[in-house]
């Protein structure tokens, strides 16, 4: 009894509730009514990251956060374990000053890594994150030849015990998602600059880079920052300060 | 010399050959057990019955495009969702006895990759579909008696009402 009254209510809640982000509606076994799906990518946004370089010391907590929160975990094969995002250090050869940086996907603008993709499974975002579409790649490695920022892993081993929110699997190439995950779900940080901030120095802002008023936006327009081989013209949107 | 096969023999044997199958598939017919549909958690799926059993293939197919690359997600086909509510925290999609999606594969031999890469037990996911609360249902019960999908739409305003006869 109960059961046959609440079944509609349900059903509506289910239309109603998230209609937003349905793609396609059973009309009978087997029929599908396709709607194209609302995009669920911030309007006008463009995410990024800026890398203050003179505060980033010598701590290891946005690589241990990133690889904590995604489940990428290492085989003790450092040849060929995956690596979203990797420390990188710096010394000047004349000075002896040294400083290291963290260095993961740049969610270029231009990706190379799409343009070599022969399945199109490396794609950039309406909101100008890259990332692998697992479903189509096919493991043939050309982005991670193309990606002049070495960015990319390719997964050699049956992986079990992934999380959740991060697909892996062997035969698939994969990098860093800028935290698709907690975008999509409104957060507006990533695992490595949260960790960065309670552990680290504090040294990597998250925002829109097309909000002029977003933290980013400010720093970027007030002390200036620059791309990791700029020269290449890929706009990349992850940008550094003191290199 | 060579001995002289009897018509009759040579029948009789084939009818006997010929038999054995037969017998054989008239007593194995209609014995194979369907596997135990496991416990879902939760009262309702995000479907009816029938529309869940034989198109969640195409649900999950078509939408995962829009999801990925779009990122239009939808909390209700959700395969974190899925599995969230189907999959016990202690199954594993290699031992199909235990895993809700495994053992119907396994016994319909159909073979999907979805567990090559996607996480095969429940995590603590926020997304859950919206039936559902997660709770593990205490009178739990597929309900069945569900209406038809088109009348529920039209209900709604997603599909155009019968049309009025024209004066």
Redo the contacts between chains.
């Keep these: 009894m109960s059961q046959k009254t609440s079944a509609p209510l349900s059903r509506r809640q289910f239309i109603t509730g998230a209609a937003a982000a349905v793609a396609s509606v059973t009309v009978a076994p087997g029929v599908f009514l396709m709607r194209p799906a609302e995009a669920g990518t911030a309007e006008g946004v463009r995410w990024g990251l800026l890398i203050d370089s003179n505060r980033c010391g010598d701590c290891n907590a946005c690589v241990t956060a990133c690889h904590e929160e995604n489940g990428v975990r290492g085989m003790d094969r450092p040849r060929t374990d995956a690596q979203w995002i990797r420390k990188v250090e710096l010394r000047d050869p004349e000075t002896g000053y040294s400083h290291s940086l963290p260095v993961m996907c740049q969610h270029c603008e231009h990706p190379p890594c799409e343009d070599v993709c022969p399945t199109g499974a490396s794609f950039r975002r309406a909101d100008g994150i890259v990332l692998v579409n697992k479903h189509t790649c096919i493991g043939c490695r050309y982005c991670m030849m193309a990606c002049p920022y070495k960015a990319r892993s390719f997964i050699h081993e049956t992986l079990t015990d992934q999380a959740a929110h991060a697909p892996r699997g062997k035969g698939t190439v994969e990098s860093c998602t800028l935290c698709v995950h907690r975008i999509d779900r409104g957060e507006r940080t990533t695992a490595c600059v949260e960790a960065c901030h309670e552990q680290g120095n504090g040294a990597m802002i998250f925002g829109d880079l097309n909000d002029p008023d977003s933290a980013i936006s400010r720093e970027l327009a007030e002390h200036g920052g620059t791309a990791i081989r700029a020269d290449l013209g890929l706009n990349p949107g992850v940008r550094y300060q003191g290199i | 010399m060579l001995r002289g096969k009897s018509p009759a023999r040579a029948a009789s044997r084939w009818l006997v050959l010929g038999a054995l199958p037969l017998l054989f598939l008239t007593a194995c017919g209609g014995s194979v057990e369907p596997p135990p549909m496991m416990e879902a958690r939760g009262?309702?799926c995000?479907?009816p019955l029938?529309?869940i059993r034989?198109?969640h293939g195409?649900?999950l197919m078509?939408?995962?495009?829009?999801?990925?690359?779009?990122?239009?997600?939808?909390?209700?086909?959700s395969f974190?969702g899925c599995?969230d509510c189907h999959v016990a925290t202690e199954a594993r999609h290699t031992e199909p006895e235990t895993h809700f999606c495994a053992s119907c594969h396994t016994f319909n031999a159909v073979r999907v990759?979805c567990f090559?890469?996607?996480?095969d037990r429940?995590?603590e996911?926020?997304?859950l579909?919206?039936?559902n609360p997660h709770a593990p249902g205490v009178d739990f019960?597929w309900?069945t008696?569900?209406?038809g999908?088109?009348a529920?739409?039209a209900?709604?305003d997603?599909?155009p009402p019968p049309e009025a006869p024209k004066p």
């Design positions: 009262d309702q995000v479907e029938d529309v034989k198109d195409k649900l078509h939408e995962r495009d829009d999801a990925v690359i779009r990122a239009a997600r939808n909390p209700d086909h974190v599995i990759d090559q890469c996607h996480r429940p995590s996911s926020e997304y579909h919206t039936l019960a309900d008696d569900h209406r999908v088109a529920n739409l209900e709604v997603l599909l």
